[in-house]
């Protein structure tokens, strides 16, 4: 096939500047290339160019060059846009997600913007040597006269070209299935890091439009799916799943079918020596806004300081950080299910039924539950979230009567304003979200500076953003104080459960500093920066440190133990950390668990376990995403409302 000269011009016009854009993503972002992503890339750049140049091969070259811009321009800004949503929020963003993306960063747009570092600047560099080109050449004759001529040619090359492609996703020796996870859509920077930019923004399109398909993968599975255990006389949960069978059996849903299939071939956990620690204590669950270890200092946070070390306190916690961060850390906590990498989640389930959600086995073990969050519904809507959660009333800033100040609320009145509402129903559980610690620390606001002269008499060598961060931690050590005040003048101190888990760690503070000045100091490891304090405070119990590996995944289901609460552990993608070890789940499908992490970008383990173990860990992290937004996409648990409330049956040993 011969190509003209001018058509060949202009796909390079456009696909060397496609490349240079591609490049500069990606060793922004990545840091490396592989030669597979390499082929990737220039075979669907090219692909991209071809298009391009044949839909506007009619149109004068007067206008023409002016397209041709705007689509790099466009492609600059959008590689620019990626990689500061990366290091502005932590995570990369697609199309489905930008109004949540954009309504989080709008009121600090500008903040957005200077906050990029320079070399994301470099994007820009092919539009602007394109604008000075298009400026200094006046005139170019049109690409050809014979329309059908370029159209079969444009077919040919295409479907060559897409054929190869489809070959390319298959290319690398991957514990995991590219190709897979490309249909799933459900890995945003793997699929940014192994098919580049441009291919994303396609797959990113149509998704939009196609549903994307979640195939779960049921391993054998040799133990029974509920093993009685043998010489115990303690009360185990058992779920008779004849019910549950049958309407496997009958259900004509196939993706209900699927779900049904998978979990009911998921192994149960039995009960251990932690189970019914806490039964019929109160339960107050705390989302600590931006809480790291910084924040527990002796001199500064000594009621932070003490709890932590009169706790069931785990060191080894951490909090995978997903497309929304706090909403979602929040919903994960309750529900123990992979929230969308594409959306924000809790604005797109809100209307779905969650009975295993943990509020939802208090509820039934007749408990009073509640929430309290001491801002408005601006970026998640938690009225709705927490009503399917069976929360029975959500107090937000306004119902709750708190006055704005400059920066977010203090966690002192919120405590204040809060205990009204629950310390006087017996037994209680009440979830409530922090909002003291909030970024940024590197302008002023009320809490902010709030303390910076004791912090200056403490610890004068600090930066201002770390004593700004300290400060804000500072209030929220006022309110722990004033929490464990109110419950002693209740009498019920006693009797409660205080839990403290974190939604993130501290954006716009680097890694640098948080290990600077942090207790825990290996930071620099891989998601060091995801590292959280967990801690599980009660008056009356030992104090003791696990260095169990567990997430925000495992909370509800350990939780439930702890209470001894009725549940079925297989409708959870965390686990009793207590009945088995648990895997940690991050966005990007990496995983870590007690034999090592893996990094699923660079398709490598550290650690000593063979291939066929990391394939099968691999699949288990992958089937977590899947069967979650199956259950998330279909409503799961509304046609099986009765999972959440199991039966509890008594064995005793022989």
């Given at each position: 096939?011969?190509?003209?000269?001018?058509?060949?011009?202009?796909?390079?016009?456009?696909?060397?500047?496609?490349?240079?854009?591609?490049?500069?993503?990606?060793?922004?972002?990545?840091?490396?290339?592989?030669?597979?992503?390499?082929?990737?890339?220039?075979?669907?750049?090219?692909?991209?160019?071809?298009?391009?140049?044949?839909?506007?091969?009619?149109?004068?070259?007067?206008?023409?060059?002016?397209?041709?811009?705007?689509?790099?321009?466009?492609?600059?800004?959008?590689?620019?846009?990626?990689?500061?949503?990366?290091?502005?929020?932590?995570?990369?963003?697609?199309?489905?997600?930008?109004?949540?993306?954009?309504?989080?960063?709008?009121?600090?747009?500008?903040?957005?913007?200077?906050?990029?570092?320079?070399q994301f600047y470099l994007t820009f560099i092919a539009p602007i040597i394109m604008l000075v080109i298009n400026i200094r050449i006046i005139d170019h004759s049109t690409l050809g006269s014979n329309t059908f001529l370029n159209t079969v040619n444009l077919i040919f090359v295409s479907l060559l070209i897409t054929l190869t492609?489809?070959?390319?996703?298959?290319?690398?020796?991957?514990?995991?299935?590219?190709?897979?996870?490309?249909?799933?859509?459900?890995?945003?920077?793997?699929?940014?890091?192994?098919?580049?930019?441009?291919?994303?923004?396609?797959?990113?399109?149509?998704?939009?439009?196609?549903?994307?398909?979640?195939?779960?993968?049921?391993?054998?599975?040799?133990?029974?799916?509920?093993?009685?255990?043998?010489?115990?006389?303690?009360?185990?949960?058992?779920v008779d799943d004849e019910r549950w069978i049958n309407d496997s059996i009958n259900e004509t849903n196939e993706k209900i079918k699927n779900i049904d299939n998978y979990l009911i071939a998921r192994k149960q956990t039995s009960d251990n020596d932690m189970t019914g620690i806490f039964k019929d204590y109160n339960l107050i669950y705390?989302?600590?806004?931006?809480?790291?270890?910084?924040?527990?200092?002796?001199?500064?946070?000594?009621?932070?300081?003490?709890?932590?070390?009169?706790?069931?306190?785990?060191?080894?916690?951490?909090?995978?950080?997903?497309?929304?961060?706090?909403?979602?850390?929040?919903?994960?906590?309750?529900?123990?299910?992979?929230?969308?990498?594409?959306?924000?989640?809790?604005?797109?389930?809100?209307?779905?039924?969650?009975?295993?959600?943990?509020?939802?086995?208090?509820?039934?073990?007749?408990?009073?539950?509640?929430?309290?969050?001491?801002?408005?519904?601006?970026?998640?809507?938690?009225?709705?979230?927490?009503?399917?959660?069976?929360?029975?009333?959500?107090?937000?800033?306004?119902?709750?009567?708190?006055?704005?100040?400059?920066?977010?609320?203090?966690?002192?009145?919120?405590?204040?304003?809060?205990?009204?509402?629950?310390?006087?129903?017996?037994?209680?559980?009440?979830?409530?979200?922090?909002?003291?610690?909030?970024?940024?620390?590197?302008?002023?606001?009320?809490?902010?500076?709030?303390?910076?002269?004791?912090?200056?008499?403490?610890?004068?060598?600090?930066?201002?953003?770390?004593?700004?961060?300290?400060?804000?931690?500072?209030?929220?050590?006022?309110?722990?104080?004033?929490?464990?005040?109110?419950?002693?003048?209740?009498?019920?101190?006693?009797?409660?459960?205080?839990?403290?888990?974190?939604?993130?760690?501290?954006?716009?503070?680097?890694?640098?500093?948080?290990?600077?000045?942090?207790?825990?100091?290996?930071?620099?490891?891989?998601?060091?920066?995801?590292?959280?304090?967990?801690?599980?405070?009660?008056?009356?119990?030992?104090?003791?440190?696990?260095?169990?590996?567990?997430?925000?995944?495992?909370?509800?289901?350990?939780?439930?133990?702890?209470?001894?609460?009725?549940?079925?552990?297989?409708?959870?993608?965390?686990?009793?950390?207590?009945?088995?070890?648990?895997?940690?789940?991050?966005?990007?499908?990496?995983?870590?668990?007690?034999?090592?992490?893996?990094?699923?970008?660079?398709?490598?383990?550290?650690?000593?376990?063979?291939?066929?173990?990391?394939?099968?860990?691999?699949?288990?992290?992958?089937?977590?995403?899947?069967?979650?937004?199956?259950?998330?996409?279909?409503?799961?648990?509304?046609?099986?409302?009765?999972?959440?409330?199991?039966?509890?049956?008594?064995?005793?040993?022989?």
């Amino acid at each position: 096939m011969k190509i003209k000269k001018p058509i060949l011009t202009d796909i390079l016009y456009l696909l060397i500047p496609f490349l240079y854009i591609e490049s500069v993503f990606h060793f922004n972002a990545f840091g490396f290339f592989d030669i597979y992503t390499i082929i990737r890339i220039i075979l669907f750049n090219t692909l991209v160019s071809i298009i391009i140049v044949f839909i506007f091969s009619k149109i004068s070259f007067k206008y023409r060059k002016w397209i041709y811009f705007s689509i790099v321009l466009l492609m600059a800004i959008y590689g620019f846009v990626e990689l500061e949503f990366k290091n502005f929020l932590d995570n990369y963003y697609s199309l489905s997600a930008v109004s949540d993306g954009a309504g989080r960063i709008k009121e600090y747009v500008i903040y957005f913007i200077m906050d990029a570092k320079p070399q994301f600047y470099l994007t820009f560099i092919a539009p602007i040597i394109m604008l000075v080109i298009n400026i200094r050449i006046i005139d170019h004759s049109t690409l050809g006269s014979n329309t059908f001529l370029n159209t079969v040619n444009l077919i040919f090359v295409s479907l060559l070209i897409t054929l190869t492609l489809d070959v390319s996703l298959g290319l690398g020796n991957y514990l995991f299935s590219l190709r897979d996870t490309y249909k799933n859509f459900n890995n945003t920077e793997l699929l940014l890091n192994k098919i580049g930019l441009n291919h994303f923004l396609y797959r990113d399109i149509t998704a939009l439009f196609i549903e994307s398909e979640n195939e779960i993968i049921i391993k054998e599975n040799p133990e029974p799916t509920n093993p009685i255990p043998t010489n115990v006389s303690e009360p185990v949960f058992i779920v008779d799943d004849e019910r549950w069978i049958n309407d496997s059996i009958n259900e004509t849903n196939e993706k209900i079918k699927n779900i049904d299939n998978y979990l009911i071939a998921r192994k149960q956990t039995s009960d251990n020596d932690m189970t019914g620690i806490f039964k019929d204590y109160n339960l107050i669950y705390i989302l600590v806004e931006s809480f790291d270890y910084m924040a527990i200092d002796e001199m500064l946070t000594p009621t932070l300081y003490m709890m932590m070390n009169n706790s069931l306190f785990f060191d080894n916690h951490y909090t995978p950080k997903f497309s929304c961060t706090t909403g979602e850390s929040e919903f994960i906590a309750m529900t123990s299910l992979v929230p969308f990498n594409d959306v924000c989640t809790p604005n797109y389930v809100t209307n779905n039924a969650y009975p295993q959600a943990l509020s939802n086995l208090f509820k039934n073990a007749g408990y009073h539950t509640t929430s309290f969050h001491n801002w408005y519904d601006q970026y998640y809507d938690r009225r709705n979230e927490h009503k399917s959660w069976g929360i029975d009333k959500y107090y937000d800033v306004y119902d709750l009567g708190i006055s704005f100040i400059h920066g977010w609320q203090s966690d002192e009145t919120l405590i204040e304003k809060a205990s009204e509402y629950f310390m006087n129903e017996e037994p209680f559980f009440s979830l409530i979200i922090s909002s003291s610690m909030h970024w940024p620390y590197d302008s002023n606001s009320n809490l902010g500076d709030k303390y910076l002269n004791i912090i200056n008499e403490v610890h004068p060598d600090y930066p201002i953003e770390i004593k700004r961060y300290l400060s804000k931690s500072m209030e929220f050590d006022k309110a722990m104080e004033k929490l464990i005040e109110l419950l002693k003048e209740k009498d019920v101190y006693e009797n409660t459960v205080i839990t403290l888990f974190s939604d993130h760690h501290p954006f716009k503070l680097s890694i640098s500093s948080i290990q600077e000045h942090s207790l825990l100091r290996d930071r620099y490891s891989e998601h060091g920066e995801d590292l959280t304090p967990f801690i599980i405070y009660n008056p009356t119990i030992k104090p003791h440190v696990y260095s169990n590996i567990m997430s925000t995944f495992d909370q509800t289901p350990t939780l439930a133990n702890f209470f001894g609460l009725n549940y079925d552990s297989r409708l959870y993608i965390g686990t009793d950390i207590f009945s088995n070890e648990a895997t940690v789940i991050f966005p990007n499908s990496d995983w870590i668990n007690e034999e090592g992490i893996f990094i699923s970008s660079k398709n490598q383990f550290t650690g000593n376990m063979e291939d066929d173990y990391i394939s099968s860990i691999s699949l288990d992290v992958q089937n977590a995403f899947n069967v979650s937004y199956l259950i998330m996409n279909n409503d799961y648990f509304k046609n099986r409302m009765y999972l959440a409330d199991p039966i509890y049956k008594e064995y005793a040993g022989e």
